[in-house]
Structure formats: C-alpha cells, structure tokens
C-alpha cells in the first residue's frame, strides 16, 4: 500500500492512551439521552457498546465524533482533549448511509480517502486495496444507488478505513450483511484491531459481539449498567442451564432442584442457581437413562444483556428525566440535519 498517511496525531502508544470517556452527559429538552457513560478503548481492544433502541449509543458516538456536543463529561485520545484535526482523522461508519448515492463505488471511496488528507495516489491505491478486501472489486464502477443495501454498508466499511485510521467508531457495522459478508466484517475488524487499532461498535448482533469484542458496556435508558469482559459478565450472573440429551425417551423427569424450562422426553433444559453444586444434578440425569450430551453453561451474553437493561420505552425513545415532560421524539431532535460520513471522516 502507499506510505502516503492521514494520521495527524491519532497514534496511540502501544500498550497505554486510546479514547477514553468520562461521565459524559446529553440531554435533549427534558429528555435524558445520555446520563453520565464512561468509555475506555486502549490500543488493540474491541469494546461493544450496548444497549437497546433510543438507549443512548449513537448520542454517545456522535458526542465522540463532534456531531452532538455534550453537556457535560469529557473525551480525550491519549490523555488529550481530542482536537478538530484528530477526529477528522477517526474512521467512522455511521449507522445511516452516509454515502453519495450517485457516486461510483471506487470514486467514492478515493474522495473520503482526500478528505482524510491522503495524496491522490495514495487514495487510489488504498480505495483500490479496501475495495478488494470487502469484496467490491467487480462492482467499483457501479454506482452506490445500484448496490444492495449491504453491499452499500461494504462500501461504508472500505469509506471508513481507507486512510487507515487508529480509531474506528462502527455503529451497528453488521445490519444488513448477509453471512458471509458479516464474517469478512468480523475478520476485518479483527485484523484492525490485532494491528493495534482502538475499535468501539454497537451491535444488536450479541453472538457475533461475544466473539469479537475484548468488553462490553450495557447503557440502558442513557445510564451505564454493566461493564466486563463478556464471559466474566456471563460467570457473574445467579444461574446456570443444564441441558442434557438423552439417547432415548426416559420418560417423565424431574430436576433434584432449579426449574425445569423445557423438557420433550429426550432432552430437558434445567435452569439452576450458580451457587449450587452441579454434581447431584449431573448424576440424577445420568441415572435417567444413557447420555448422549450434558452441558451447564452460564447464560449467555444475550441473556445478560436482556437481565441488565430495562424495558424499552415504546417508539425507541429515550427516558423522559423524573418529573420531565418527554418532548415527541428523540431521534426527530438528533436528526436534525442530515449526516454524511463525509462530515465527520474527512
């Protein structure tokens, strides 16, 4: 690739620096978008940023990005406020299109790559390479408005990377992807990522978010209410599934304790606390009849997630503040005015 570079001061150093976001707070009129979320991203991780409809995620990425000022909080890179220079240097890839729809896929990405401040030589090469790399290569001289919807969202990817940036902000990167494309997304955010990239993304995708993310932050209605790594969030939950399949039907069965969730004559599904000691329970389904499979599992990241946030507001609006009177619409007052990713990832 070209040695031709955008970063102006984006570098981290290995091992210490990256984003870091303390008590950062958004309102909107009455309406409590983002309450007080705390976000570190060293060099080298994957963090998924969680949480449900209108909870709070984009106000935050945006807040990062410079679209929406916060009203409180700070957000600096590398222990420095983050300068106007260092955010047009961030790969962002925004959960709207941001593309130009009249464009050709290879012109579109060699004009971010400009406006990322690479030489033209260098952005065509590097359009040329990340176009290859997300799997466009025969489609670089159609237009965006030709393409699916998730080759459009490939495109955003190859938008979003072309100068190489050290941090990548990715709001919901696999919406839209079919399979293999999803799984070519995940091994380029992987390899960013290996390289030394900080990479901050949400995802409604929490299998997906369980294999690629180091942590995981949960907002739920603007507030912050878990943080870990997602298997030490899984082995703190209070339960454990046992599953357990059975070679043939031993007909009716019972657990010793815990609840029984499922249970068709071959295969039952036994939710326990995790402070019980699993081994009479193991061994009752054992005596039952000839095991095929027996498995106790914590619950998944899903599950956690699901455990940790409150009910959805209807309509994905965020929660009105206590004794507040919630304006019609959040995402009418933060959608405003278009965004491109052409503002933000220049």
């Known amino acids: 690739m070209a040695t031709g570079t955008a970063h102006t001061g984006l570098e ?177 955010i992987t390899e960013r990522s290996a390289a030394g990239a900080c990479v901050l993304l949400s995802s409604h995708q929490l299998d997906l978010v369980e294999g690629l993310c180091d942590s995981v932050v949960i907002i739920s209605n603007g507030q912050q209410v878990a943080v870990g790594r997602p298997i030490d969030l899984r082995l703190a939950a209070g339960h454990r599934t046992l599953v357990v399949e059975w070679a043939e039907d031993v007909g009716q069965w019972q657990p010793l304790s815990g609840e029984l969730i499922s249970f068709t004559g071959t295969r039952a599904e036994v939710a326990m606390p995790a402070s019980k000691d699993a081994s009479e329970q193991i061994a009752h389904a054992v005596a039952a009849g000839s095991v095929i499979t027996l498995t106790v599992e914590p619950p998944s990241l899903a599950e956690v997630f699901s455990d940790s946030v409150s009910p959805p507001v209807p309509g994905g609006v965020a929660s009105p503040v206590p004794g507040g009177v919630a304006p019609a619409s959040l995402d009418a007052t933060a959608h405003d005015e278009p965004i491109s990713t052409g503002e933000v990832t220049s």
Do not use: C
């Open 12 to 188: 981290a150093a290995s091992g210490s620096g990256g984003l870091e976001v303390r008590g950062l707070r958004r309102y909107f009129g009455d309406i409590r978008a983002v309450d007080g979320v705390d976000l570190t991203v060293r060099p080298g991780e994957t963090v998924g940023f969680l949480g449900s409809n209108g909870a709070g995620k984009t106000t935050t990425m945006r807040m990062i990005l410079d679209i929406v000022a916060p009203q409180a909080g700070s957000i600096t890179w590398n222990g420095q406020a983050i300068t106007d220079e260092v955010r047009n240097s961030i790969g962002y890839m925004p959960q709207e299109r941001g593309l130009y729809a009249r464009m050709k896929v290879f012109d579109q990405v060699v004009y971010f790559g400009r406006l990322a401040g690479l030489s033209k030589a260098a952005a065509k090469e590097r359009a040329d390479y990340w176009i290859e790399r997300v799997g466009l290569a025969e489609r670089r001289k159609d237009l965006v408005q030709e393409l699916s919807g998730g080759n459009q969202q490939r495109v955003q990817l190859a938008v979003s990377l072309v100068h190489d940036p050290d941090l990548l902000v990715l709001d919901e990167p696999f919406a839209g992807l079919d399979p293999i494309a999803a799984v070519a997304m995940q091994e380029i």
